[in-house]
Nanobody
Framework: VQLQASGGGLVQAGGSLRLSCAAS????????MGWFRQAPGKEREFVAT???????TYAGSAKGRFTITRDSAKDTLYLSMYSLKPEDTAVYYC???????????????WGQGTQVTVSS
């Protein structure tokens, strides 16, 4: 499966963004799907994951502010982000894998990343 992330940009603190991750080659219904992010000088970290037919899981920093959804008809994964903070600034990556988990090594396929910058 190939993944293409989009929707990042520059937003003021308190604002909102919706990231998209379009899949091709395989349907996202075949995979656990996740969002990760990586800030400059930091390791890539888990944000949220969506398991088909099961509950979503969020990092503590994302809980209550971010929502992960999937549209199987469009083979697209979304991350809706609200009440954004400067510390949310990072490159956001979508990922697909066969293991529903929070570690990067649970996911075999990665999109190219989309930059999110939150100004104070």
């Amino acid at each position: 499966v190939q993944l293409q992330a989009s929707g990042g940009g520059l937003v003021q603190a308190g604002g909102s963004l919706r990231l998209s991750c379009a899949a091709s080659g395989r349907t996202i219904s075949d995979y656990a799907m996740g969002w990760f992010r990586q800030a400059p000088g930091k390791e890539r970290e888990f944000v949220a994951t969506s398991h088909w037919g099961g509950p979503s899981t969020y990092a503590g920093s994302a809980k209550g502010r971010f929502t992960i959804t999937r549209d199987s008809a469009k083979d697209t994964l979304y991350l809706s982000m609200y009440s954004l903070k400067p510390e949310d600034t990072a490159v956001y990556y979508c990922a697909a894998g066969s293991i529903y988990g929070t570690r990067t090594n649970h996911y075999a396929y990665w999109g190219q990343g989309t930059q999110v910058t939150v100004s104070s």
